[in-house]
């Protein structure tokens, strides 16, 4: 387990960790999920019909906490295979794309950091809401990290309009702010987030976050 050192406020693993993991390279290549858009693409069918197969259980696919379908290519051309219809479109192999969206720079750094020790990731930053919501208008992630508190727009009305737009209402969110009372984790829920973490956010709780929204694997 990865020990850690509070900086600023929140968990940092300690250097010589830090560097351990990053000279060991079965620390990269995780396994790439497709979200329901890339897949229906790569099938040539429509998402309504790649959902209705995964709810059938004719299809195998991955939940994520969210309850949004994610799959396999392995798995996707074995069904095209069974059912006999040729794939379209072409998958290319490309980083999971994180955006952290956080008026506090240590903790934009901190996330920074935490994930040098990975291969297989592109990070984005954003410091308030609206400053993310222009970053997604050109560049769709598959993770959003996003705080509660910040100027301009808010996390909640930020996690709000990400639902409203058939582009985004299947992105992963993983809410980390230090005010969470009740009726607001009620509120975060009920926008198909079920991730929320407390800050201060230790390096270990993070990691372990963003493994389950994007289905990836340690090596």
């Known amino acids: 387990m990865l020990s850690g050192i509070l ?54 696919a991955a939940i994520t906490p969210g309850g949004h379908y994610r ?19 072409n998958l290319e192999n490309e980083d999971t794309k994180i955006l952290v969206i956080d008026d506090d720079k240590m903790f934009r750094k901190f ?35 996003a ?21 985004t209402n299947d992105v992963e969110v993983i809410i980390a702010s230090a005010y969470l009372s009740e009726e607001i984790k009620k509120q975060i829920q009920s926008l198909k987030i079920n991730i929320i973490l407390e800050k201060p956010v230790r390096l270990t709780t993070l990691v372990a976050a963003i493994e389950k929204c994007t289905g990836m694997k340690l090596k």
Not at 20 to 44: I, P
Not at 71 to 89: I, N, P, Y
């Open 111 to 145: 996330v920074s950091e935490a994930l040098e020790v990975f291969d297989g990731y592109e990070l984005r930053e954003a410091s308030d809401g609206m400053e993310g919501a222009l970053i997604i208008g050109s560049w769709n992630p598959d993770l959003v990290i």
């Open 7 to 60: 900086s600023g406020g929140y968990f940092f693993s300690e250097k010589k960790l830090l560097k351990k993991a990053l000279e060991r390279k079965n620390y990269n290549n995780m396994k790439k999920y497709l979200k329901s858009k890339e897949a229906a693409k790569y099938l040539g069918i429509s998402r309504s019909s790649l959902s209705n197969w995964a709810r059938q259980k004719l299809l195998n």
């Open 147 to 167: 705080d509660l508190r910040m100027p301009n727009m808010n996390g909640i009305d930020f996690c709000k309009m990400l639902r409203k737009n058939e582009d």
């Open 71 to 89: 799959f396999l290519q392995e798995e996707l051309d074995k069904f095209a295979q069974k059912r006999g219809f040729e794939t379209v479109g």
